[in-house]
Nanobody
Framework: QVQLVESGGGLVQPGGSLRLSCTAS?????MGWFRQAPGKQRELVAT???????NYAGSVKGRFTISRDNTKNTVYLQMNNLTAEDTAVYYC????????????WGQGTQVTVSS
């Protein structure tokens, strides 16, 4: 059983930045971030494979950057130029495919973009 521990959420003003981190208890092929806003379905934000293959949602391309440190089993999501539409609970995910979620989820971290 893989455990995922997230950190880095919070309140930020529009145009601001946040960095999310997620550490897995073991080695994972694909790690990524999904988010769920109130009243909406959970959606893929960004994923990254072991060797750096990345997949981004169109709404975050050019603003968010996903990276990972395989030595620490940790994935990062650098979020820049945040808007109110980015407000959601962000969930770390671990699996085997960059285009779909894996079976393991973190507990979620709230990101709120508001002035």
């Amino acid at each position: 059983q893989v455990q995922l521990v997230e950190s880095g959420g919070g309140l930020v003003q529009p145009g601001g930045s946040l960095r999310l981190s997620c550490t897995a208890s073991g080695t994972i092929n694909v790690m990524g971030w999904f988010r769920q806003a109130p009243g909406k379905q959970r959606e893929l934000v960004a994923t990254i494979g072991t060797y750096g293959t990345r997949n981004y949602a169109g709404s975050v391309k050019g603003r968010f950057t996903i990276s990972r440190d395989n030595t620490k089993n940790t994935v990062y999501l650098q979020m820049n130029n945040l808007t109110a539409e980015d407000t959601a609970v962000y969930y770390c995910n671990a699996g085997n495919f960059v285009y779909s979620p894996g079976n393991y989820w973190g507990q979620g971290t709230q990101v709120t973009v508001s002035s």
